[in-house]
């Protein structure tokens, strides 16, 4: 059984640098891809960066040059290094593991950009 616990959430300030951390245990040899998604109120869930096994990435428009989807294989650690946060970027971001046939999701955490 695979589970993913995010941390580094919190509040910044518009302009500021927040890292989050996604570690993931149990079966991890399955896993095609690991992203982050987000989730602002009122809204629908969206894709915020990828990364695939073969390292590949992919980010979502809104995000691109300012965010960095990284992974550490010997932490079973995924990381998103946000920057130049403004505050279109307040939501809930969930840490995903994709393997093709299901996903698994973490429980989220808060990112609160506002001065």
């Known amino acids: 059984q695979v589970q993913l616990v995010e941390s580094g959430g919190g509040l910044v300030q518009p302009g500021g640098t927040l890292g989050l951390s996604c570690a993931v245990s149990g079966n991890i040899f399955s896993i095609y891809a690991m992203g982050w998604y987000r989730q602002a109120p009122g809204k629908q869930r969206e894709l915020v960066a990828v990364i695939t096994r073969g390292g590949g990435t992919n980010y979502a428009d809104s995000v691109k040059g300012r965010f960095t989807i990284s992974r550490d294989n010997a932490k079973n650690t995924v990381y998103l290094q946000m920057n130049s946060l403004n505050p279109e970027d307040t939501a809930v971001y969930y840490c995903?593991?994709?393997?093709?046939?299901?996903?698994?999701w973490g429980q989220g955490t808060q990112v609160t950009v506002s001065s």
């Open positions: 995903n593991a994709d393997f093709r046939t299901r996903t698994i």
